[in-house]
């Protein structure tokens, strides 16, 4: 019983460390998310403002009319964001259905042939998603998989042409199989959208996009 009692000790205290490690991603491999104490939702990264990356953006000329109809694509992407975050894939679905109408409403005429060329190299990518997010409200795992990758793109998006306002750049190193991924929020507080309230605060701030 003792051995028991000190191999479940050892292994929460690897699942705290994983999570408020600074190291990369790669040497988190070999937990087994399935058995990780939900204890470590309440271990957060605690992130210093002088600790944040500042990233400026790209393009700072963006018509008015498109600026607002990409903020608006963020900001869908936000309400998926934090659906997943607290664990419900109703809300997550209903977000993707509005970011689909959204993607669908952008007057690409409004951008430049530049503006243009980086909007169009993630939009395909962002339909995709946004589609297979809202087409399975009562699959939040499947839900999450394509957040991973939604994720990316909307970051690209982001860095980009901007939010409307600051957002933030997270990563969670035990997601996907400790693989690691990150995701954008609109607060710098860590709402973890790929555990939920299993482990709502585990992963850190790694930029801010202004």
Known sequence: MKKILFAATAFSMIAVSACNSNRSKNEHEGHDMSKMDKDTTQHAVATDDKDVKAVAVVYTNVDA??????????????????????????????????????????????????????????????????????KNGDNIKHQRSHFVQMSEVVYELVKNFGAGRPVYHDHCPMARDNQGAMWISEVKEIKNPYFGSEMFKCGRVEEVIK
């Open 65 to 134: 009319n498109a600026a607002s109809s990409i903020k608006t694509i963020v900001d869908h992407y936000l309400h998926i964001k934090n659906g997943l975050a607290n664990d419900n894939a109703g809300e997550a679905a209903s977000g993707a259905k509005a970011m689909e109408d959204a993607l669908g409403k952008l007057d690409k005429s409004l951008l430049t042939a530049g503006q243009k060329t980086a909007y169009d190299a993630n939009e395909e990518e962002m339909k995709e998603h946004a589609a297979h997010i809202a």
